[in-house]
């Protein structure tokens, strides 16, 4: 039950039944009216609606990896209880404690107490410290000079893991019980790379809000943070550009795809959710992408970039010096926590696709008993008990699946238009105009010369980003992943509009301003 505000929920991992004989609850929280849990936009961790083996595998995880990393900054107490704080799942979607965060932002001096709710695209509350935050300044003083010197180690035991589960031996290799220990081992080493993760995402907003606050203008403080070197985040798109102009006038080369899926295939949408699938397994969708971008003429994104880039370091000089050096102080910070965090996220992406591939593993042991296809409408426990063959089964799992993705839990079709101006976050800098095209699907065919408009973005849809004029996304903030990939791309993004995709309509002319986070419909 709701204790009121800043309330902490118990974890609930049981499959029950409620009203019907299959009807699902498989949530964390159980009253979704309760104010302080808010959705959380897809670059908070997943995005869509979560399976029950994907939370109960993950979800964990994600929750204690937030506790130890805002414990060890002194500003939660510290606690070994399954009790939720910071993630929850609520019908059948990511949520974040609201309260939770807000009240840990409010005990680090220094700390704007609006950041929490900028960062989830919220309006800013008005809350204001009180003496109880204040009396918290000198364990949060200790705690943060604590981890920003452990900050290194923790980065280098990030990598550490991840080499490790990617070395490790192929899954085919392994009966019933040892993927279930993999799996165990996996979950645990989940934890510390996800709570460096969010410590360099931490970084990377200190550092940008530092740097947006020193240039006193978006423009030039996000053309600062263009032509990012080896952003994680844009490289596959890079990566297929090239390959598809060593293949002009030919066939896409197979070798170079296998390089890519190599490199990349632990990539796709939703790439957190252990149960989805990423790009080693959709080698056909990649070279339809590559087929389109040999199709059509791009401009060369690097260039762009660098231009845009170029411009804002011109703007800078035109700074006095004292000041200009401090800007460029915090613009090298600010490139390098963004190049780490992606990075990092990288290597979370890498260790979920070690989990996905003995979770598929384990689920298709079993086709008499479950469908793979339907594994995913498993507990974790479920699953272990089907391997091991130590329990009865009788799940409707076909149900399950209805009741939490069935009739009424869709985006329906674009509602009326009361207005003719969208505002959001303004995430990339620049103006555009154009068709819209809006996509809910990253393998759609999509044309270039648009406005990509989309519900939020993840990796697997930067490559729709290459030859798109503009970007715009109902989610996200400053450094969600639409923001990101569109500044190291110098394209124009509007973000966090709330409802892009049930206004605009595809065909619509659409003027995207970058500048100030407004998106025009012109017809």
């Known amino acids: 039950m709701i204790y009121g505000r800043g309330a902490v929920l118990a974890f609930d991992f049981d499959l029950k039944r409620e009203g019907s004989e299959n009807g699902l609850i498989f949530d964390s929280v159980t009253h979704p009216s309760c104010r302080e849990w808010t959705v959380a936009h897809v670059d908070a961790v997943l995005g869509d609606r979560i399976s029950p083996l994907a939370w109960t595998v993950v979800g964990p995880a994600f929750e204690l990896s937030q506790a130890r990393l805002w414990a060890s900054l002194g500003v939660v107490p510290a606690t070994r209880d399954r009790r939720v704080r910071f993630s929850a799942r609520l019908d059948g979607r990511l949520h974040v404690g609201l309260s939770t965060l807000r009240a840990a932002a409010m005990r680090i001096p220094g700390v704007d107490p609006t950041r ?46 991840v080499r490790r589960a990617v070395a490790l031996p192929p899954v085919s290799d392994l009966d019933a019980a040892a993927l279930i220990d993999r799996v165990e081992m996996l979950r645990r080493e989940l934890v510390p790379v996800l709570r460096t993760h969010a410590l360099l995402r931490m970084g990377t907003h200190a550092s940008l809000g530092r740097l947006r606050a020193g240039c006193a203008d978006d423009d030039l403080a996000f053309g600062l943070l263009a032509d990012l070197p080896g952003l994680e985040a844009s490289q596959p798109s890079l990566a297929l550009l090239a390959m598809a102009g060593r293949a002009r006038g030919g066939a896409v080369d197979e070798a170079d795809l296998d390089a890519f899926i190599d490199r990349f295939g632990h990539r796709g949408v939703n790439e957190l959710d252990p149960t989805v699938p990423v790009w080693e397994s959709q080698r056909l969708h990649l070279r339809t992408i590559v087929e389109r971008m040999i199709a059509n003429d791009h401009e060369d994104p690097v260039q762009q970039a660098r231009d845009t880039h170029r411009r804002a370091r011109s703007g800078l000089n035109r700074i006095p010096r004292s000041r200009r050096q401090r800007i460029a102080a915090d613009a090298a910070f600010a490139r390098r926590f963004s190049v780490l965090g992606e990075r990092s996220k990288s290597d979370v992406s890498r260790l979920v696709n070690q989990i996905r591939r003995s979770l598929d593993a384990l689920a298709r042991r079993n086709p008499q008993q479950c469908d793979p296809t339907d594994a995913p409408m498993l507990s974790w426990e479920e699953l272990r008990a089907l391997s091991m063959g130590t329990a009865a089964f009788d799940a409707d799992l076909p149900a399950r699946r209805h009741d939490l993705y069935g009739p009424g839990q869709q985006s329906g079709e674009p509602t009326e238009r009361p207005v003719r101006t969208l505002h959001g976050v303004a995430a990339s800098p620049g103006a555009a105009s154009g068709s819209a095209v809006v996509v809910h699907d990253p393998t759609d065919d999509v044309a270039d010369g648009q406005v990509l408009v989309a519900h939020a973005t993840d990796t697997a849809w930067t490559p729709l980003f290459i030859g798109m004029v503009a970007v715009v996304t109902d989610t996200g903030g400053v450094l969600s992943h639409s923001s990101i990939v569109a500044r190291d791309l110098g394209i124009p993004a509007v973000v966090g509009t709330g409802n892009a995709t049930a206004t605009i309509r595809t065909g619509d002319r659409t003027h995207v301003d970058g500048d100030h986070g407004r998106v025009h419909l012109l017809m």
């Open 116 to 161: 929490t709710e900028t960062e989830l695209g919220l309006l800013p509350s008005g809350t204001s410290r009180t003496v109880t935050d204040r009396l918290w300044y000198p364990l949060a003083i200790v705690g943060g000079l604590g981890v920003a010197l452990r900050g290194p180690w923790w980065t280098y035991r990030q990598r550490r893991s």
